[in-house]
């Protein structure tokens, strides 16, 4: 039998090699010729992927709401997802309303845009209950454990990124909590990024930014075991060389003026430039997607300094040794 490669699958029940009845090989089976799966990552198969930005009208106004920056349906999975590991979705909370953050997670992030409010968690199993008091720039990281219950003092929005996809993918449900509930403040987070900025060294650097660790976490200096948080400053004219990382990237921008924006692409020129990148204009309170392995490049022309959070997979790929970032 003659088969393209594309197609080149064979079972057990019709394939050369199937035996008698008693042939121990079961029905599901199946063998492809190297060719036609040894990468699968294509339109229709595992699909790549795509190119996404949200802007801040998104949770400008309306009720209380989680609002998925959903791409379950592009990227194929079974439920709200907008990388294949991570989902990320705004918050929009009324002053004096609740929202219930329920995800099958070992990670949850949340980074508060505005407002001001209190994250409150019963125990759960060997989880004690736990109380965050939060308001505009506070981040704070849960583990596994029960939904917690996010109340607002005044109208708020927060963004949320949980690892629950990757769970899902895998058919599991977290068991144990891998590290404790963290709380990093809003004034020690721009005081210790101010330092930064100020420190002898840094006039020249237009990469100015903090990465999130936790101390149950040494080996791998991420905020969480799976995710990876940076906060950083882009300095009014600055020209990022591109870089390049395995991991996802789902960028928030927390504050900017018009005239930011970041190059991504797939190839470099001789120069190290990106070659035909496309761009994407930030707005503050707006959120977009690096796929993994596009160069991109942060530029800053509007005069002003503007900052930005991308939260991404790169604790699990940290761990898997996998990340491999690298530099133009
Ligand atoms: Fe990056």
């Known amino acids: 039998m003659t088969q393209t490669p594309e197609h080149a699958t064979t079972s057990p029940s019709s394939g050369p090699s199937s035996g008698p009845a008693s042939s121990p090989t079961s029905g599901k089976a199946q063998l492809f010729d190297y060719r036609a799966a040894a990468n699968p990552v294509r339109p229709g198969l595992t699909d790549p992927i795509p190119y996404n930005a949200?802007?801040?009208?998104?949770?400008?106004?309306?009720?209380?709401?989680?609002?998925?920056?959903?791409?379950?349906?592009?990227?194929?999975?079974?439920?709200?997802?907008?990388?294949?590991?991570?989902a990320a979705h705004f918050i929009r909370i009324q002053a004096d309303e609740g929202v219930k953050a329920a995800a099958q997670a070992t990670s949850s992030l949340f980074f508060v845009l505005s407002g001001s409010g209190e994250c409150r968690r019963s125990a759960e199993g060997t989880q004690p209950a736990c109380s965050i008091r939060w308001s505009q720039g506070d981040l704070f990281v849960l583990p596994a454990g029960a939904a917690p219950l996010l109340h607002a003092d005044t109208d708020s929005v927060l963004y949320w990124v949980h690892d629950a996809p990757l769970l899902t993918y895998l058919g599991v449900t977290p068991s144990e909590a891998r590290f404790e509930a963290t709380h990093y403040g809003a004034e020690w987070l721009r005081r210790e990024l101010q330092a930064l900025a100020d420190a002898p060294g840094s006039a020249r650097?237009?990469?100015?930014?903090l990465l999130l660790a936790n101390h149950d976490l040494p080996s791998t200096r991420t905020v969480t075991h799976v995710l990876w948080a940076m906060f950083g400053m882009v300095p009014a004219g600055a020209t990022q060389a591109p870089h390049r990382h395995q991991s996802v990237a789902l960028d928030l921008i927390i504050e900017c003026q018009p005239g930011v924006y970041t190059?991504?692409?797939?190839?470099?020129?001789?120069?190290?430039?990106?070659?035909?990148?496309?761009?994407?204009?930030?707005?503050?309170?707006g959120a977009f997607i690096t796929p993994p392995g596009h160069w991109h490049a942060h530029v800053n022309e509007s005069g002003a300094t503007a900052w930005l959070l991308p939260i991404q997979d790169a604790g699990l790929q940290t761990y898997l040794r996998s990340l491999d970032i690298r530099f133009a």
């Open 54 to 86: 949200w802007g801040p009208e998104l949770h400008a106004s309306g009720p209380s709401a989680i609002l998925p920056l959903d791409l379950s349906q592009q990227l194929g999975t079974p439920g709200p997802a907008t990388s294949p590991a991570l």
């Open 205 to 209: 650097s237009n990469r100015l930014s």
């Open 263 to 285: 190059l991504v692409g797939t190839e470099l020129n001789e120069d190290g430039s990106i070659r035909n990148p496309k761009r994407i204009d930030w707005q503050s309170g």
